[in-house]
């Protein structure tokens, strides 16, 4: 019954490859999200979707596209994985888009670059 | 612009005692406010929000936090500290364009 679910938890690879990270909610939730956690612990908004629309962009290199097929849905895809990409990433979801209502996450994706 | 920060990275308690976790954010409106704790290799859990309602919030296991305008703080803090309370712990304010910034994070030991 996890509500937050990402696959898979831990991801090692090559410099240059492409890989794609999922993410569902069971939780019934119309905004998803995505997290970058540094090796600081340092977490910054990345992508969020509202009922499958881009809301959110911040300033990320254009290697990494997320996509929703649908509410509940929310993956991401890195082109040409580079070291500093090295991270944890969270997907997180929320009733509606303000913010007030607190975000669920998951237990994050570690990604590791060779 | 809304920012928040956590005065302690690292806070070392006792077993038993009361912990206290440092909170001071600026925001340019009435904010809504977050602690959250992520426990090693797991997500982020909500302990306690605020949205302008009451200004002493109470949380789960056992946590509080106290909303002072005067003094743009919202600290945590919890009467006895449990072994399992070892975690990071997020202080964070939501931006007026519906972002959420997270605090530097404070890393709390429980010693026996």
């Known amino acids: 019954d996890t509500a937050v679910s990402q696959t898979p938890k831990y991801l090692v690879t090559q410099m240059g490859n492409d890989k794609s990270i999922k993410c569902e909610q069971n939780l019934g939730h119309d905004t998803m999200y995505w997290y970058k956690q540094d090796s600081k612990k340092f977490l910054k908004i990345m992508f969020s979707y509202n009922n499958k629309e881009l809301i959110i962009n911040e300033t990320v290199p254009n290697r990494f596209s997320p996509k929703s097929p649908d509410k509940a849905h929310l993956n991401l895809h890195i082109n040409s994985l580079e070291l500093g990409d090295s991270a944890v990433y969270f997907c997180?979801?929320?009733f509606g888009q303000g913010g007030k209502q607190p975000q669920h996450f998951g237990d994050g994706t570690r990604l590791s670059i060779l | 612009a809304q920012s928040v920060t956590q005065l302690d990275s690292h806070v070392s308690v006792s077993e038993g005692t009361p912990v206290l976790l440092r909170c001071n954010y600026s925001s340019s409106y009435s904010p809504s406010l977050f602690w959250y704790v992520q426990h090693p290799n797991k997500g982020l859990q909500l302990l306690l929000k605020?949205?302008?309602?009451?200004?002493l919030v109470k949380g789960i296991n056992g946590f509080e936090a106290e909303f002072k305008k005067s003094e743009t703080s919202f600290h945590l803090t919890k009467p006895s500290a449990h072994m399992s309370d070892a975690a990071e712990y997020f202080c964070?304010?939501?931006?007026?364009?519906?972002?959420?910034?997270f605090g530097a994070g404070t890393t709390v030991t429980v010693r026996a």
């Open positions: 997180a979801s929320s």
């Open positions: 964070v304010v939501r931006s007026n364009d519906y972002k959420l910034s």
């Open positions: 605020y949205t302008s309602a009451a200004t």
